[in-house]
């Protein structure tokens, strides 16, 4: 258990719907990740936060947005979303912004 | 842009023999490498790093990993296999260039030990 926890395990909605993840990272962790983890694009990093500012952007859709509260957990937004967000969504914490990253155990999209 | 090339999809090893699982890189700056272990339905578990200082880093489980700045290479190895290291193996590398510590993963090596 790496102490990172993220909820639902699963998700399960239809296009153009809007689903909310939620990120809980390590005690006393202040860098949060989002991971995106697909069949064919295999694992892309999405997004940083640190100390509730985004740190470094990656391959994240418009339609997606995330933000990081004053209790450093983190929410993850994906909204009009299409059959190809089908996806784990990972996060990920870390102490500070250079250090090994801790994963949770992901939330399983699935979009119909 | 930074990038990790994992040239085997699987990799087979007898139960008791060495192992190794490659990971080459590409970065405009110095390097940070890191190896992950991902198994069925679960996260990815940090295995190892490699910061700075000595070539050869251990890690959790028996694992280690060799540096080697020259073939930009990051192997993963274990003197002997165990059936339960069966996994998917993901290298990962940050770009000490760019700002923010996101990780680039390479596409993963499935890693099956038969007993």
């Known amino acids: 258990d790496s102490g990172v926890t993220q909820t639902p395990k699963h998700l399960i909605t239809a296009t153009g719907q809007r689903v909310t993840l939620r990120c809980s990272p390590r005690?006393?962790?202040?860098?949060v990740y989002w991971y995106q983890q697909s069949l064919d694009q295999g694992l892309q990093f999405l997004i940083q936060y640190y100390n509730g500012e985004e740190r470094a952007k990656g391959n994240i859709l418009e339609r997606f947005s995330a933000q990081q509260f004053p209790d450093l957990h983190s929410e993850l937004n994906l909204s009009s979303l299409e059959l190809g967000d089908s996806a784990l969504y990972f996060c990920?914490?870390?102490?500070?912004?250079?250090?090994?990253?801790?994963f949770g155990p992901g939330t399983r999209l699935t979009v119909t | 842009a930074q990038s990790v090339a994992q040239p085997e999809d699987q990799v087979n090893v007898a139960e008791g023999n060495p192992l190794t699982v490659k990971c080459t890189y590409s970065v405009s700056g110095n390097p940070y490498l890191f190896w992950y272990v991902q198994y069925p339905n679960r996260g990815l578990q940090f295995l190892l790093k490699y910061i700075t200082g000595d070539n050869l880093v251990k890690g959790s489980y028996g694992f280690e990993a060799e540096f080697n700045k020259s073939q930009t290479s990051f192997h993963l190895k274990k003197p002997s296999a165990l059936v339960s290291d069966s996994a998917l193996y993901f290298c990962a590398v940050r770009d000490l260039a760019r700002a923010g510590n996101m990780l680039t993963f390479g596409g993963g090596t499935r890693l099956m030990v038969k007993p």
């Open positions: 005690s006393g962790d202040l860098s």
């Open positions: 990920a914490s870390s102490v500070g912004g250079r250090d090994e990253q801790y």
